[in-house]
């Protein structure tokens, strides 16, 4: 099949031949009863996590029609696996029938569905995204990868990243190192419809990230400035912790 598909660069299609991968991806996996694959490919993760682990069932997203025949066939011996033609990034309904998330997913939808996933969704996850991108979601506060997305991650999953998965994993080979993360959902992560305005309000607040603080929450929070200096003083944007702008948040409400 692999010989057979002609890559599309606009769907992010690097698949992957490493099979280290794989076994990693099903070690993870075989703790969920029912699981979600975004961007299925041709199987290759689908294909080792049903042959080591025994999901009850095992849908797989995919969004490249020509690839859906071939998804088919492989339910037809393996009906515990039902592929899905469409767009990962409005799944709901889907994300609501499943126990956890995977996949090996393409750069153009990653921001989306890392929303998707920790404001909506907040089940158990194991991505392989560009080495960059889990670097800033485990990214502290201060530091220069810290951003909107650590915030919004970190106040819904423990960060665990995983292993660096090179270019030569995957055919054809991107340009650049991926890296696998393990995002474990909080118990004490807040409301969805908190999170909902923290994502408005951190897209505001982080465009001027290297801001006085003050200056910023109460311009895009609209509150007064000595409620907001008592708490976070002379810092900056960069600098406050995932859990300071909920709290900032929370004084907005
Ligand atoms: C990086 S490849 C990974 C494929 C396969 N999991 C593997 O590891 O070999 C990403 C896959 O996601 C699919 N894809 C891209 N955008 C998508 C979307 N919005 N929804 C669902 N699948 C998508 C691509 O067609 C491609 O098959």
Same mark, same amino acid.
């Given at each position: 099949m692999r010989e057979l598909h002609r890559a599309s660069k606009k769907l992010g299609q690097n698949f992957l031949t490493a099979r280290w991968v794989a076994r990693e991806f099903a070690r993870w996996a075989c703790s969920f009863r029912t699981l979600l694959e975004v961007g299925v490919g041709t199987g290759f993760l689908t294909s080792e996590i049903l042959r080591q682990c025994r999901p009850q069932l095992l849908i797989g997203i995919e969004v490249d029609a020509r690839l859906l025949d071939w998804l088919a066939s492989l339910s037809f011996f393996e009906p515990r696996f039902a592929p899905l033609h469409g767009d990962a990034l409005s799944p709901p309904l889907v994300l609501n029938r499943v126990d956890a998330v995977y996949g *090996?997913?393409?750069?153009?939808?990653?921001?989306? =569905?890392?929303?998707?996933?920790?404001?909506?969704?907040?089940?158990?996850?194991? =991505?392989?995204? !560009?080495?960059?991108?889990?670097?800033?979601?485990?990214?502290?506060?201060? *530091?220069? !990868?810290?951003?909107?997305? *650590? &915030? =919004? %991650?970190?106040? &819904?999953?423990?960060?665990?990243?995983?292993?660096?998965?090179?270019?030569?994993? +995957?055919?054809?080979?991107?340009?650049? +190192?991926?890296?696998? %993360?393990?995002?474990?959902?909080?118990?004490?992560?807040?409301?969805?419809?908190?999170?909902?305005? =923290?994502?408005? &309000?951190?897209?505001?607040? +982080?465009?001027?990230?290297?801001?006085?603080? %003050?200056?910023?929450?109460?311009?895009?929070?609209?509150?007064?400035?000595?409620?907001?200096?008592?708490?976070?003083?002379?810092r900056r944007v960069y600098e406050l912790s995932p859990e300071e702008f909920y709290m900032l948040l929370s004084l907005g409400t």
């Open positions: *090996s997913i393409p750069y153009n939808i990653t921001g989306p =569905l890392l929303s998707l996933l920790a404001v909506e969704a907040q089940k158990p996850a194991m =991505l392989l995204l !560009q080495r960059e991108v889990v670097d800033r979601l485990a990214a502290r506060p201060g *530091s220069k !990868q810290y951003g909107r997305i *650590s &915030v =919004l %991650v970190q106040l &819904v999953y423990k960060v665990r990243p995983g292993k660096v998965v090179p270019p030569s994993a +995957f055919r054809p080979r991107p340009k650049v +190192f991926s890296r696998i %993360v393990v995002l474990e959902p909080r118990d004490d992560r807040p409301p969805r419809d908190m999170l909902r305005r =923290l994502e408005e &309000v951190t897209r505001c607040i +982080f465009s001027e990230r290297n801001k006085r603080a %003050v200056k910023v929450a109460s311009k895009c929070l609209g509150l007064d400035r000595d409620t907001l200096e008592e708490r976070v003083g002379e």
